[in-house]
Nanobody
Framework: QLRLRESGGGSVQSGESLRLSCKVLGDTNSTNWVAWFRQAPGKGREGLAALQTSDGAPTYRRTLEGRFTISEDKDTVYLQMTHLKPEDTAIYYC?????????????????WGQGTQVTVSS
């Protein structure tokens, strides 16, 4: 059974950086993609970046400004965030997908972590 465990969230000032980690535990054989999503207060969950597990190729949401970078190292997927803004305040989740479908559609993902809070103050 696949499990995901996020860490690395916290409270930072505007302009600072954070690196989030997603530890991938258990049976990963069926996992095609691992992605990062976030959910701001009062808003829906939105996809940010996804990593194809077969070759490590990243895909980013088109509206991102280039401040986020997804990467992997062994059994951990990272989300490096730079020049953080107050509007980046959200709970950040990693998720794994076993099959096809749109990369940034919530219902296409099969396993979710518990989330990690990121708070950016001005």
């Amino acid at each position: 059974q696949l499990r995901l465990r996020e860490s690395g969230g916290g409270s930072v000032q505007s302009g600072e950086s954070l690196r989030l980690s997603c530890k991938v535990l258990g049976d990963t054989n069926s996992t095609n993609w691992v992605a990062w999503f976030r959910q701001a207060p009062g808003k829906g969950r939105e996809g940010l970046a996804a990593l194809q597990t077969s070759d490590g190729a990243p895909t980013y949401r088109r509206t991102l400004e280039g401040r986020f970078t997804i990467s992997e190292d062994k059994d951990t997927v990272y989300l490096q965030m730079t020049h953080l803004k107050p509007e980046d305040t959200a709970i950040y989740y990693c998720a794994a997908k076993f099959s096809g479908g749109s990369l940034f559609t919530v219902v296409n993902y099969d396993v979710w972590g518990q989330g990690t809070q990121v708070t950016v103050s001005s």
